[in-house]
């Protein structure tokens, strides 16, 4: 049985790290494509990474409903430090989150079965953060949209391989939608909905 | 001083967590109004209670924070809320736009063109454009679900049938990337072309109301108007009396009860700035500044 004292530690400075991690994703959200480093350093739990557990102590809490893919909500780790520093509830049912934390890309569900807001509330949809393998190398994506002047070019390796064309029902979808952040390691890329991916190829 | 009995920036943290999760919605849904748990505010409705959030949320120690009121740097309200930012987050402030990274304004955008490092805070009395036209919130939620904006165009055509062009001078309505109608706050219409394609974020906070809405850099935003009445930003047809600036927004100041009255610049650090680099107008205040000067040295 893990103690508290064995979990990793949360920030060390709780206001300041926030707010810097917060400004990374701020402007990750605004730069569609732009990649974003998160400076702030927090103990990680076994498969998160550390810009994932920034940005879950910088955003989640109690009023806050969790989804957590399968290689997360498997590891008692992740669980009980998302618990102790965060305290947002973690949910099974993905269509009324507020975050989904997703360690495998392979595996990631129908963006369908998640929060996408209702026309009247689009703002009620759910912000899936995806732990990716590379933001600065691989495949290439030009993105185009509010926040980008012009086109952005975003190279990167995702799993799932498809995940842009399945994010292809942010277009029909609008102003519902699902808001996506790319996470590897330190580096943050955050896909609004606004934003339209193609591919470029290899 | 840093007074110790507040948390940095005096929000506590919980709120700003919901502040900043409102935001991030807002900028994924350009013009959309996210609705958030507004807090009381150490001053009362109507100074900016929800531009406050929106700063207090997103600022930090390496921030360089500049507010104005109607342009000014000077004015009560935008020097209460610098000093209460330089008090309870200990920024740097400064009245240099192109040296601030977060500005708080109310009801102007900067002469300055902005750029991608900087951060615009409007304050909102109220954020709902339909709101005049349909008092009923459930109604225009639904308005804004539909895009149905009819309501709106006909506002302005009664304008037009009425005085003949559109009487619209200041809130006037503009549409966010082709799908949102949106409040662009008090500012007079001659703004509302800076803020389409701006290279910085525009966050707009309204307290009282409680709604959160953006604008991202590089986004569309066009005013409305009609094919045969186009958008036409008004100024008035004078140079600046201080600086002899042409393409700002003029202030009218009331200079005698004879009827007298100056137009200057209502952008206090832009005309300072163009007085400085040996730009002057009809009544330029340097000679003014001299004399002042001499009697203080004698």
Known sequence: MTTIAELPPGFVDKVLSAQSTF???????ARPGSVQRIVPMAGT????MRGTAAIALTLFDHDTPLWLDARMSESSDVVKWLKFHTGAPVIQDSSIASFALISDGASLPALERFA????EYPDRSTTVIIQVESLDRGRSFELRGPGIDGVATLQATIQPADLFERLRMNETLFPRGIDLVLVADDAVVAIPRTTRVVSKGS | MNAPAYNFAYLDEQTKRMIRRAILKAIAIPGYQVPFASREMPMPYG??????QVTAAILGPQDVLKVIDQGSDDTTNAISIRKFFAKTAGVATTTATEDATVIQTRHRIPETALHENQVLVYQVPIPEPLRFLEPRETETRRMHALAEYGLMHVKLYEDIARFGHIATAYAY???VNARYVMDPSPTPKFDNPKMDNCPALQLFGAGREKRIYAIPPYTQVVSLDFEDHPFEPYRFNAPCALCAAENSYLDEIVTDDKGGCMFVCSDTDFCEGRQAAGHHGSLSAAPYKEKAQEKSNG
């Open chain 1, 116 to 119: 996408l807001g209702t026309s």
């Open chain 2, 173 to 175: 309505p503009v549409k």
């Open chain 2, 47 to 52: 100074w900016g209670t929800g531009g406050v």
């Open chain 1, 23 to 29: 400004r990374s994703v701020m402007d990750a959200m």
């Open chain 1, 45 to 48: 739990p076994d498969t998160m």
